[in-house]
């Protein structure tokens, strides 16, 4: 089963500039969550998706937005580009999130894999 | 909310000598618990989790893990070190009720040294 892809891998863009990650989930996971991780701050939070919903929000300014297509992909995108938001963007995702009741999964089968991804550079 | 610590930036260990990367954690209900490891240009990989049951969790590479209830603890320990153990550690905590997200800690660096 083919894992978790984010694309592009590396990415430079200039301060004011926006751009779109984009991650695709392992086939049959519905759950997509997004975190930032830099030196300084390490993993930080930034948005779960179930079922094109988003379930959870991290602490970030508007500029970082998201969203999940029917096909359970995922976009983040983030506007108005800031130096600080020079990071590493990882995707992760599960078959169900914390609370999700399903019939033949028990809910606690939250366990996240992660893609490899994606090295944002802002100059 | 919950919160995790791990107190050590960096933990260094000599090859056949046993390590533990420490954490603890807080939260306002019954925690799942999880550890992943990062490797240079890679994301995160999964090791293991204690949702309930024993104490001690097994995972993937010879790892284990010890949860501590009243310690609020959920170290990470393997008996004896590898040099391709050395990466970066995460322990990450969530509630088990309730919809909130996965919390990690701000990683652990381990070195081992032939």
């Known amino acids: 089963k083919a894992g978790v892809t984010q694309t592009p891998r590396y990415l430079i863009k200039t301060r004011g500039q926006q751009v779109t990650l984009s991650c695709s989930p392992i086939?049959?996971?519905?759950?997509v969550s997004w975190y930032q991780q830099t030196p300084g701050q390490g993993l930080q939070f930034l948005f779960e998706?179930?079922?094109?919903?988003?379930?959870n929000k991290g602490n970030f300014p508007g500029r970082f937005s998201g969203r999940q297509f029917s096909n359970s992909r995922s976009e983040m995108n983030v506007s108005t580009l800031e130096l600080g938001d020079s990071a590493l963007y990882l995707c992760?995702?599960?078959?169900?999130?914390?609370?999700?009741?399903?019939?033949?999964?028990?809910?606690?089968?939250?366990?996240?894999?992660f893609g490899p991804g994606t090295r944002l550079t802002v100059l | 909310a919950q919160s995790v610590a791990q107190p050590e930036d960096q933990v260094n260990v000599a090859e056949g000598n046993p390590l533990t990367v420490k954490c603890t954690y807080s939260?306002?209900?019954?925690?799942?618990l999880f550890w992943y490891v990062q490797y240079p240009n890679r994301g995160l990989q999964f090791l293991l989790k204690?949702?309930?049951?024993?104490?001690l969790v097994k995972g993937s590479y010879g790892f284990e893990a010890e949860f501590n209830k009243s310690q609020t603890s959920f170290h990470l320990k393997k008996p004896s070190a590898l040099v391709s153990d050395s990466a970066l550690y995460f322990c990450?905590?969530?509630?088990?009720?309730?919809?909130?997200?996965?919390?990690f800690g701000k990683g652990t660096r381990l070195s081992v040294i032939a």
């Open positions: 998706y179930f079922s094109e919903t988003q379930r």
């Open positions: 204690y949702i309930t049951g024993d104490n």
């Open positions: 992760a995702s599960s078959l169900a999130v914390v609370g999700e009741t399903m019939v033949s999964i028990p809910p606690i089968y939250n366990e996240q894999f």
């Open positions: 086939s049959g996971h519905r759950s």
């Open positions: 990450a905590v969530r509630m088990i009720s309730g919809n909130t997200p996965l919390v």
């Open positions: 939260v306002s209900g019954n925690p799942y």
